[in-house]
DNA sequence: CGCTCGGTTGAAAGGAATCAATTATAGTGG
DNA sequence: CCACTATAATTGATTCCTTTCAACCGAGCG
């Protein structure tokens, strides 16, 4: 359960704390910073997180058919979210890393269109999304991010409906997971896999038997190195052409 | 290029040639009217449309890169999105029918992240996306409505993404189109099919030979009966059943 | 130590894609 | 009005990738 090697960043959040700490990773610290806006803005947007957690291993942060409410930023672990088939066999719709935000599929229907599990100890920050709305009606630069991060999340969802092959869906995952990594301060080519291959193959739609295949060929082919869940990317640069097709980069 | 047989419907904001006349399928009048919005409201939301068409068939509303500034909602006609894969070959997003609304997944990077292209013609309805969102900031409606069309947009994109068999994609393909029409007023059963075999296969992500093969079968089986452009649903019931796995209802 | 479960490996089967050819259709121009 | 052409759709035969089925391995744990 080790955590890959993190790189040193500037917090854009002081994180020495303070009573209002605010998470230091998630989507909107930087979106309020950047627009400018004074003490007293954030503190308003302090009073509706609530920071919650820890979640651990195998913990549901919420279910199918629960009431909405709020949405979250993952601020440590990963959170995997997924639906059940008719036949009970597992869909996985994504793994939210920290600084990714969850709940926005639930917005419409005020109700969680899918559960939410701890893939390893979680932490978050909770958003009451009614207060979230009214405050963005006086905060037009949080407005503006909620739009694109829902905005974002259609094009993201839209990613992995394509038909491609069990290669390129494979690659694709790696080098996104990588990317994501990266972005949060994280090694972008040694990485720490949170998820089982049963996961990795539910979110790809492969069987599982294909992902243990694919990974063992990735490494004969010099592409990754793989020991168990830690996996190092070799040849980024290959895995990045395979992967193309998905990403579209 | 008949379009199905119009149930008559009552229609939700007057319809009779006023000047500030307003999409009485689109997405937003009902949303504005629920909320209780005065003439005065509702005359803000007027002014930052822009009636535009027609678009006739093959003629593209916008285009991958393109600079975003509106979301349109669907006055009439039927509108495809499509990408271009690295092969040049093209994967279809969605279909958009009348009442529905184009651009969203473009907020986020200021850009259509795809192509649009009316199948037939087709009559828009343009906002733009800066002046609504500031009108919404006053609106607390108006920007519910903005999240929520957001949010049912992330949930459709992934209805996709599960593998699943060719013919539970058509049959889902079907049951969405049928209660798509039926929810702006057309029959449920008798479908107008705007698009190529070659346009669904590609929506579909299967070979269009495929689609060719499945709809006979439907037919055979007594599910369907197709001629050319024209489908008539003759059992909805075990249709919807094989959808089911796709649609989760 | 032996059990269990996740992961890996091999062999066989199956579903859709691809290849190839034919038919149908709409549009064009004589 | 009717051939003629280009394009879309259909149909059949074959191939291929992934799944499925089955067995084995190996780490973690009581």
Known sequence: MSTPARRPRPSPIADDGDELRFCSTCAFSDACLSQGYDKSSLAELHVLVEHVGPFHEGMHLFREGDEFNA????????????????????????????????GLDAIHASRYPCNAVALDTVMLCRFSFPKMALLATRM???????????????GKAALLSGDFSADERMAAFLVALSRRFERRGFSATRLHLT????????????????????????????????????LEILDPARLAGLAKAVLRD
Do not use: C, W
């Open 71 to 102: 949405i979250a930023a993952v601020r440590a672990g990963t959170v995997k979210t997924y639906v059940l088939d008719a036949e009970g066999r597992e869909q996985v719709l994504g793994f939210h890393l920290p600084g990714e935000v969850i």
């Open 195 to 230: 998820m089982s291959r049963t996961d990795m193959a539910n979110y790809l739609r492969l069987a599982p038997e294909t992902v243990s295949r694919v990974l063992r060929r990735f490494q004969s082919e010099g592409l990754v190195g793989v020991d168990r869940r830690e």
């Open 140 to 154: 037009p630069g949080l407005q503006a991010q909620l739009f694109r991060l829902l905005s974002q999340d259609i």
